[in-house]
Structures are given as structure tokens and as C-alpha cells.
């Protein structure tokens, strides 16, 4: 079963998306913060793909995915933002970032976004 990663401060889009993906028979591991994700990166078996919120109390999203890169983890990350300020948009680029996915969430490109690169490609 493909794994995927929910990285966002707020709870309810956690559950959310954790519910939604797991009717799409996708194991969904969530975490609350960039501190926490990188802790369940060391812990545990590697997510197919993960979704991160660049706005986040703590370690921010950006900084977060700065610091996989640095521990030399390629993981497959989507980033999800309600950000448009494009000086951050551009920085994700640097990191290979597959696509930055906007807040208010549109279900229907999410899922388009998730299924194409974690059901396809795992």
C-alpha cells in the first residue's frame, strides 16, 4: 500500500486529508509540524510522497524540506500553501519540489496531484 506523508500545523486539514486519502487505499502517516516530520523520517519507513505545509509554527515548511535535502533525503514532496509571494515560490524550485498545491484546498487537484505521483509511479 503507497505511504504518504500529511505535514501541516493544522489539525483538521490533517484528518481531513488523513480520511480522505486513506478511502483511496493510501497509508496516511500525518504530522503537526517540520520538527515532528523529521522525526518520523528517522523513525520510520519512508513515505512514497508527502504533502507540506510551508506556513507552520517552528520549523517552517521550506526550512523543513532544507533539512531533508541537507540529510540527503529525495523524498517526492508536494507543497501545500496558501503563500504567493513568489521570492518563496521560486526558492522551491531549488529543492525539486514536484508541485505547490494553494489553500483554500481544491479536493479534485489534490487528489489529481497525489494519485498521479504516488499510485503511478510507486
Known amino acids: 500500500m503507497p505511504r504518504l506523508m500529511v ?21 496516511v ?24 505545509d510551508i506556513r507552520m509554527g517552528g520549523i517552517d515548511g521550506i526550512e523543513t524540506l532544507r533539512r531533508m535535502r541537507e540529510a540527503g533525503r529525495q523524498l517526492r514532496v ?15 524550485a531549488e529543492f525539486n ?9 481544491m479536493l479534485d487537484e489534490l487528489e489529481k496531484e497525489v494519485l498521479q505521483r504516488i499510485v503511478m509511479d510507486v
Open 29 to 52: 502517516v500525518t504530522a503537526e509540524s517540520g520538527e515532528e516530520a523529521l522525526s518520523l523520517l528517522e523513525n520510520q519507513p519512508a513515505p512514497d510522497l508527502m504533502l507540506l
Open 7 to 27: 505535514v501541516d500545523d493544522e489539525a483538521d486539514v490533517r484528518e481531513y486529508l488523513k480520511s480522505y486519502f486513506k478511502r483511496r487505499k493510501i497509508e
Open 78 to 92: 508536494i507543497m501545500v500553501t496558501g503563500v504567493e509571494d513568489q521570492k518563496i515560490l521560486q526558492r522551491l
Open 97 to 105: 519540489v514536484l508541485a505547490c498545491v494553494h489553500k483554500p484546498l
